[in-house]
């Protein structure tokens, strides 16, 4: 894959340099392992010194309860969930097994027109997209092109930054809409009732009792283990090798990747000077364990991009594997799991990170809802959070592990096979579009009617201006004031009303928080 243009997009700026961190840390959070660089200290962003304060002892509510929703695991799922639920008035309390302050370092670069769509309804895109360097176009094994500027989008690229910077706007914004953290506090065991599920830690940490609790805590899940829930799958690659170097010649493309059947790498700029480099080689398959010398990473290169650019002076280097994995429920009574505890799969497409906080745009409204008493069906709304974001997260698995398949391909024949792919995808637009649209999550709807909405001109304003109070918005011709539709799953909460910018449009459409439409019931969606 290789990128033949950017976007000028005002504000853009290199991405800032992470500090170097050779440790490698406990996994936690969805992506977690090796990679992108060190999330900063809690509360960075929000002043010169500024962190959470330690928390203090919980209050008990009348219900007994010590929070509405427990969040376990500060990830970039966990921290846009807890922050949406605060926002909401619920009281959210997210504990991190690591200690504050240190690393997590991960994998994820890019973040994709739907993620970004998201971030715009919460008011943090634009400042995001500051931080990083936008991509318009995409090339896979030299033969197909995926060209994002035809995406229907305000976003219409993929950006490149590290996760740690989609963290740093998250958890300011978790901390700033009241949820509690706790850091160094690491799950031991979960039990629930009619009314509550309660959670114990290791080490002597109180247990807490909670209306709900969501489970984004990584591959390596505490609470998909308490649950007792299996994760099947398999292991896709073994022995992929992860660096941050420097290049003495600067790649044609933005974002460089390319296979030869018994390698494949990418390489993309990850500010600062720095490149990420990440390489596969089928003759050396090592352990995890195993040390990375930068000459494996340059000859990973070479082989598979025809050249190692020069590459040098290496901060970190690392080694990994790649799962496919998923849970068969998302939802077990009164838990919830989200992001990677719920779905790993390939780095291919870079949809990882992007499928995991999509799942918490969907779970955040549903759960702030009925905690609420705004649901006309709690037991129902809270299911659909299961049966609207599992087939997503299959058809994910099967689309990086294509892909990931055909960038492996190594006979003769499998190799014109893929060409053969590339060269009919390129040639019929409708299917093209399709691919895009499930790599940038443009695509993805939840059912007839229940599609995702553009970012709409209103007479108040952009869709997702409106959006970022967190409430359905209900937009109508000029001079019209319906009420809800039968179909809508709420009954009661805020309602933003506003009117088609076009005083042509003499039609009605509900728009969930999440920025999908609510079926009219009339079968035209």
Do not use: C
Request: a neutral charge.
């Amino acid at each position: 894959m290789s990128t033949r243009g950017t976007r000028d997009v005002p504000g853009a700026a290199a991405v800032p340099e992470p500090v170097p961190d050779s440790v490698p840390v406990p996994e936690s959070g969805e992506g977690a392992g090796p990679g992108a660089g060190p999330v900063p200290e809690s509360g960075e962003g929000a002043g010169p010194g500024a962190g959470p304060v330690p928390a203090a002892a919980p209050v008990r509510a009348a219900d007994g309860t010590d929070a509405d929703v427990l969040v376990v695991g500060a990830g970039p799922t966990g921290l846009l969930l807890a922050g949406d639920l605060a926002a909401a008035g619920l009281r959210v309390t997210l504990f991190e097994r690591r200690e504050q302050g240190i690393s997590n370092l991960t994998r994820a670069f890019g973040v994709h027109a739907r993620t970004l769509e998201q971030l715009d309804a919460r008011g943090l895109a634009d400042e995001l997209v500051a931080t990083g360097t936008p991509v318009t176009e995409l090339s896979l094994f030299r033969r197909l092109t995926l060209d994002l500027g035809r995406l229907s989008s305000r976003f219409d690229f993929l950006l490149i930054t590290p996760q740690f910077e989609v963290e740093r706007l998250l958890e300011r914004r978790a901390l700033a809409a009241g949820v509690r953290f706790r850091y160094g506090v690491e799950l031991r065991g979960l039990s629930q009732d009619a009314d509550s599920v309660t959670a114990e830690f290791a080490g002597g940490a109180p247990a807490l009792r909670a209306r709900y609790l969501v489970g984004a805590d990584g591959l390596r899940s505490a609470v998909r283990g308490a649950l007792g829930l299996p994760f099947p799958g398999v292991s896709v690659v073994r022995s992929i090798v992860l660096a941050d170097v420097r290049l003495a010649q600067e790649p044609e493309g933005l974002l460089t990747v390319a296979a030869s059947g018994d390698a494949f790498a990418f390489i993309t700029p990850f500010g600062g000077g720095w490149y990420r480099v990440m390489g596969w080689d089928r003759g050396h398959q090592a352990p995890d364990g195993a040390p990375v010398e930068l000459d494996e990473v340059r000859a990973i290169a070479r082989k598979a991009l025809g050249s190692d650019f020069g590459m040098h002076g290496p901060r970190w280097m690392s080694r990994f594997h790649s799962d496919e994995r998923q849970v068969p429920s998302y939802r077990v009574g009164r838990v919830f799991l989200a992001g990677d505890a719920a779905h790993v799969h390939s780095p291919a497409g870079g949809q990882g990170m992007n499928t995991g906080l999509q799942d918490a745009a969907n779970l955040s409204w549903k759960l702030a809802a009925v905690l609420r008493g705004e649901a006309s069906d709690p037991e129902g709304l809270l299911d659909s959070y299961h049966g609207e974001r599992h087939p997503v997260g299959a058809r994910v698995l099967r689309s990086s592990g294509a892909i990931v398949r055909l960038a492996m391909a190594r006979t003769p024949l499998q190799r014109a096979a893929r060409g053969l792919a590339a060269g009919l995808l390129n040639a019929v637009r409708p299917a093209s579009a399709r691919v895009m649209g499930m790599i940038t999550g443009i695509g993805i709807s939840y059912g007839p009617g229940a599609r995702r909405v553009p970012d709409l001109a209103l007479r108040e304003g952009r869709l997702y201006e409106l959006l970022r109070d967190r409430a359905f918005v209900l937009v109508a011709p000029s001079g019209e004031a319906p009420g809800l539709p039968r179909t809508s799953p709420v009954v009661g909460g805020r309602l933003i009303r506003a009117t088609w910018a076009d005083p042509a449009r003499r039609d009605t459409l509900l728009v969930r928080p999440d920025g999908y439409a609510v079926p009219s019931g009339d079968g035209k969606g």
